[in-house]
C-alpha cells in the first residue's frame, strides 16, 4: 500500500517526508492543494488545518516531525544512528533545524533592511551553534548519511532563494563547516527530485507577493 503525502508546493517540512520517501526508494504519491483555497476534504483530514498529512489506507498523521520518524521506522534500515543518546541528539538538532526554518520565513517577511538585517542576525546566531555541533563530516554524523542530514535541505534551498535575492543568509567564512556541509547536501540527486520542478520560481514569486525587503529586490531585477 503506497502512502500519499497531502502537502502543497512551497512546504518544506512535506519535502522532508518525500527525502525520507526518497532516501529509502519506497512508492508513494503526492497530492498538492491550495492552503489558500483547500478542498473540503482536507478540513476532516488535518486536524490542525494545515501540510504535511500523511494517509496510509484508512489512517491519517499529521506534523512533520511525526510522519518522518514514522517512515523511518517502518521502512528499515533507520536513518538514525543506533545509539540512543545519539539519536535523541540528532532528534533535536532536527528540531533546531524548524527552528531556522522559521528564521528563514521571517526574512522573506522583513519590511525593510533593517528588519530584514535584525533577521540575519538572529539567523547567523542559530548557524553558530549549528557550526560547532558539526564534526569533520562529511555529515552531520561524521561518515554515514543521516536522517537530521536530510532534514535541513529545505532550510539550505530556501535560505539560497533569499540569498540570491539579496546577500546575508550564507557566509562561508563565518560557517565553514556548514558551507561544506550544504554544498554536499545539495549536490545529492535526490534533492531535485524532492521539489516540484518550477520550486525556485515559486519560491521568488511568494517573495514578491509579500512585498517585502526581499520582494522588493526581486522586483527591482537585482535578484
Given at each position: 500500500?503506497?502512502?500519499?503525502?497531502?502537502s502543497?508546493?512551497?512546504?518544506?517540512?512535506?519535502?522532508?517526508?518525500?527525502?525520507?520517501?526518497?532516501?529509502?526508494?519506497?512508492?508513494?504519491?503526492?497530492?498538492?492543494?491550495d492552503?489558500?483555497?483547500?478542498p473540503?476534504w482536507?478540513?476532516?483530514?488535518?486536524?490542525?488545518?494545515?501540510v504535511?498529512?500523511?494517509?496510509?489506507?484508512?489512517e491519517v498523521?499529521?506534523?512533520?516531525?511525526?510522519?518522518?520518524?514514522?517512515l523511518?521506522?517502518?521502512h528499515?534500515?533507520?536513518?538514525?544512528p543506533?545509539?540512543?543518546?545519539?539519536?535523541?541528539?540528532?532528534?533535536?538538532?532536527?528540531?533546531?533545524?524548524?527552528?531556522?526554518?522559521m528564521n528563514?520565513?521571517?526574512?522573506v517577511?522583513?519590511?525593510d533592511?533593517?528588519?530584514?538585517?535584525?533577521?540575519?542576525?538572529e539567523?547567523h546566531?542559530?548557524?553558530?551553534?549549528?557550526e560547532?555541533q558539526?564534526?569533520?563530516?562529511p555529515?552531520?554524523?561524521?561518515?554515514?548519511?543521516?536522517?537530521?542530514?536530510?532534514?535541513?535541505?529545505?532550510?539550505?534551498q530556501?535560505?539560497?532563494?533569499c540569498?540570491?535575492?539579496?546577500?546575508?543568509?550564507?557566509?562561508?567564512?563565518?560557517?565553514?563547516?556548514?558551507?561544506a556541509?550544504?554544498?554536499?547536501?545539495?549536490?545529492?540527486?535526490?534533492?531535485?527530485?524532492?521539489?516540484?520542478?518550477?520550486?525556485r520560481?515559486?519560491?521568488r514569486r511568494m517573495?514578491q507577493?509579500?512585498?517585502?525587503?526581499?520582494?522588493?529586490?526581486?522586483?527591482?531585477?537585482?535578484?
Amino acid at each position: 500500500m503506497k502512502p500519499r503525502l497531502i502537502s502543497f508546493k512551497l512546504c518544506p517540512f512535506v519535502q522532508k517526508a518525500v527525502l525520507t520517501l526518497l532516501k529509502k526508494q519506497v512508492e508513494f504519491d503526492i497530492d498538492y492543494i491550495d492552503l489558500d483555497n483547500p478542498p473540503p476534504w482536507f478540513g476532516e483530514l488535518s486536524p490542525l488545518g494545515r501540510v504535511p498529512v500523511l494517509q496510509v489506507g484508512d489512517e491519517v498523521l499529521f506534523e512533520s516531525s511525526v510522519i518522518v520518524e514514522y517512515l523511518d521506522e517502518v521502512h528499515p534500515p533507520s536513518l538514525h544512528p543506533a545509539d540512543p543518546l545519539k539519536k535523541a541528539q540528532n532528534r533535536s538538532w532536527i528540531e533546531f533545524g524548524n527552528e531556522c526554518l522559521m528564521n528563514g520565513y521571517q526574512l522573506v517577511m522583513a519590511d525593510d533592511e533593517e528588519g530584514y538585517l535584525e533577521q540575519v542576525k538572529e539567523l547567523h546566531a542559530k548557524l553558530d551553534r549549528l557550526e560547532r555541533q558539526l564534526g569533520d563530516g562529511p555529515w552531520f554524523n561524521g561518515d554515514t548519511l543521516a536522517l537530521v542530514d536530510l532534514c535541513y535541505i529545505p532550510l539550505f534551498q530556501r535560505l539560497q532563494y533569499c540569498d540570491e535575492a539579496c546577500p546575508g543568509p550564507f557566509d562561508d567564512q563565518r560557517h565553514p563547516k556548514l558551507h561544506a556541509w550544504r554544498e554536499r547536501l545539495m549536490q545529492l540527486p535526490l534533492v531535485k527530485d524532492s521539489t516540484v520542478p518550477e520550486i525556485r520560481d515559486l519560491y521568488r514569486r511568494m517573495m514578491q507577493m509579500k512585498g517585502g525587503f526581499l520582494g522588493q529586490r526581486i522586483d527591482l531585477g537585482e535578484g
